[in-house]
């Protein structure tokens, strides 16, 4: 139908038909992927909002542009929308949404309609998010420790809660979906060891996804019960046990710093074998250190307690299982270093991001290292050294990756390339204005500001000042890419079936790809990253 | 504008020095890692770059390297450990004969007191030279005492006493930060740290001690709380005596045994039905919502006083000059 109206263009995903409908009861994984797409993007801007209220107000020492209350909720739902609302759906629903199908050479999702529920429960819970918002927010922090949380706060609580509580399913769901496509969907000849690294690494966090995000669901409700019913269960003047509330809190919410990492390792290891021209170093390796790290990262979560009143043994167990994690993060970045040996090495935008994500990564991580660190962590936890660390993974690692991924797929989700010159800038700001943002940050920690505060004391003024100038530089390279991008749509150059050279089974079907993603089903019979067999060159990007 | 930007916070504890001195050790080793990484991704992304005609060189992996950066990374992170841990350690058990502050902390203030009964807020004297172990309580929600220039931080929770202590190396007024966010005016939860040359300090103690003692105001609310009409202390009445009962090991009625530590005594106070002692009937009412923490504190310190030498609390109340002598011998013996 939709080739009578267009008969020039090849029919695909986009166009195969047309209306509100269309999308809002599609279960095309792609289109699904568009509209998490759209829905995640819109939420990071409104995050972006309180982390530009949040550094305006560090500008000076006294809290001077807002009330300490409303400055709270600022910090509050930065916290709650970027971790709940971005980034634990940021790669996964958008990019693995989209590829995880094609790269087994699969029509779908294992439950394609399940992939839509998860995006409608996605969408009630951030409208209702949004709806507290605007009633007046939250101000407990994104961590709803108790008994603030449960007894002090002014605030609407437990609808931010019932939010958190809904949100958690959305994730569920995906997990679910990834597992079973994982499992049952490949292509024939498409063995566990010809996956690219990309459905590893989300295999791993689907895991994670699955067995952690229970738990904060159920945290969060018991913080609702005791709120409106006084049940005691974390509030010790009703005989309950507040640190009991951290534990339960940090056992998903540890975790959930590995749902949102591993897709980005995810992202770095196809765009750095793609723009070296070279298999990954040590496959099995990188894939089993994304299992690694999901394992692992079950273990570590009361790191986050060293000072909360744990015994000292709880302590040191918990340092020692947190080096043991460090391990496969490292064994990650080494193999990504070792790929780029002896490779034919070009600098499109999305290698630019890994080169930024490598670096940035590394300093996240090794930071991690001092945390660990049992004398270091009573010191700097609770400061702006911990703010530092988590922005370098989180937003360094995951954020880079994101954008990376973006701009490397974007020819297959839209047909059209984004403008290079362009993305090289924006590349550009966002490094530069992410190290002028967080390095000072470090520093601040270290000298002892503690984080939260509205108010600060005079000698630390400099650094935050640095850091609201690289913030303001950051926010620049933010806004860039939602421009040029929606620019592209229309007027980019046609990108073609594979741009890059790439490998991959994504890039052997059509930009877009059709709506069941390939002609034929694919028989596999080679390795992933096999780029001997395809030309040395990368011909766009340079 | 470089010279307002301090890198560290003062040292001005025992353990800024060699948390400082772990720091640096982190700083070089992660440093040397760092920097390894960002040199060879850079190297390689200039040798290596695209040039027409070029082949890449197609490598599997290398089980040796893969060996090589899983175990050195891994032994460095042990050494990180236990360097880390036996810092920890040192900080984590005070020391027997460490004089003793105690610290309840409310939305959105710091209230001190000194076992001579001397009243602060959000204010802390202490002498140079000498252990201090803080004994801390919330009244509300969580808040952390925390001092960057001694390098300590323990969250102060509600319904349970943590403790934490120092001992100063050098005078001078330090920050007090609350560091675990508690409401609206967390950033306003701050005071300051004074730490005064011994004589210096007990002029200052002398000066502002005049109520008494935290022992004898313990002693007094006692009796008006009628906790002596069943807690004699000449014969065991409906209620243990409480003689010698401090820090020891008590038989509960299930046939367990706990310490009667500060925690143990104000879970007593507050819900005694929960750990009865061994021979007597769970007759006590509870005292939640008809006591403050600081009258817990004073009950508690009462308690103490009972177990030292009868002159002790007598002591206490008498003179700074004698104070740090008095506690010190009274704590070795019960000890």
Known sequence: MATVAQPIERQNYLNANYGWKSWLLTTDHKRIALLYLISITFMFFVGGFFATMIRLELLTPAGDLMTSDTYNKMFSMHGIVMVFFFLVPSIPATLGNFLIPMMLGAKDLAFPRINLLSWYIYMVSAVLMIYVIITGGVDTGWTFYAPFSTTYSN??????????????????????????????????????????LFVWSHYATSVIQVLGTPVIAITVLLVAIERIWHVGIFDPKVGGDPVLFQHLFWFYSHPAVYIMILPSMAVMSEVITCFSRKRIFGYQFVALASIAIAVLGFLVWAHHLFVAGISAYAALVFSLLSYFVAVPSAIKVFNWTATMYKGQISYATPMLY????????????????????????????????????????????????????????????????????????????????????????????????????????????????????????????????????????????????????????????????PTFNFEETPVVTWEAYQYDDVPQEVPVGR | MWQNVPLWPERASSFANNVDALYVFLLVTTG??????????????????????GVATQIEGSLALEATWTLIPFGIFMLMFVWGASVYLNEAQPPKNAMDIFVVGKQWMWKLQHPEGVREINQLHVPVGRDVRLTMISQDVIHSFYVPAFRIKQDVLPGRYTTIWFHAIKTGTYHL??????????????????????????????????????????????????????????????????????????MLDTGSTVVADDNYIRDSIINPGSKVVSGFKPIMPTFSGLVSEDQLMALIAYVKSLSQPQQSAQQAAAGPGQVPAASNTGNEKVQ
């Open chain 2, 32 to 53: 040397f890692f760092a920097l390894l990484v960002f040199v060879l991704v850079a190297v390689f992304a200039i040798k290596y770059r695209q040039k027409p005609g």
């Open chain 1, 354 to 513: 890994a080169f930024g994500f490598i670096g940035l990564f590394t300093m996240g991580g090794l930071t991690g290292l001092f945390l660990a660190a049992l004398g270091i962590d009573v010191h700097v936890t609770d400061t702006y050294f911990v703010i530092a660390h988590f922005h370098f993974i989180m937003v360094g690692g995951a954020v880079m990756a994101y954008l990376s991924g973006i701009h490397f797929w974007w020819p297959k989700i839209t047909g059209r390339m984004y403008p290079e010159a362009w993305g090289k800038i924006a590349a550009g700001l966002v490094f530069i204005g992410f190290n002028l943002t967080f390095l000072p940050q470090f520093i601040l920690g270290y000298v002892g500001m503690p984080r939260r505060y509205h108010a600060y004391s005079g000698e630390f003024q400099v650094l935050n000042v640095l850091s609201t100038a690289g913030a303001s530089i950051l926010a620049v390279g933010y806004l860039l890419p939602l421009v040029y991008l929606l620019w592209s749509l229309r007027y980019g150059e046609l990108a073609g079936n594979n741009p890059w050279n790439a490998v991959g089974l994504e890039w052997m079907t059509s930009s877009p790809p």
């Open chain 2, 177 to 250: 930060f609350c560091a675990e966010y508690c409401g609206t005016n967390h950033s306003g939860m701050i005071g300051s740290i004074v730490v005064m040359e011994p004589n210096e300090y007990a002029a200052w103690l002398s000066s502002g001690a005049s109520e008494g003692g935290m022992a004898m105001d313990g002693q007094k609310l006692f009796s008006e709380l009628g906790c002596s009409s069943c807690h004699r202390s000449d014969t065991q009445g409906r209620g243990p005596n409480l003689a010698g009962v401090y820090g020891k090991q008590v």
């Open chain 1, 155 to 196: 605030t609407n609580v437990v609808l931010a809660g019932i939010a958190i509580f809904i949100n958690g399913f959305s994730s569920i769901l995906t997990g679910l979906n990834f597992i079973v496509t994982t499992h049952r969907m490949r292509a024939p000849g498409m063995t566990w060891n010809r996956m690219p």
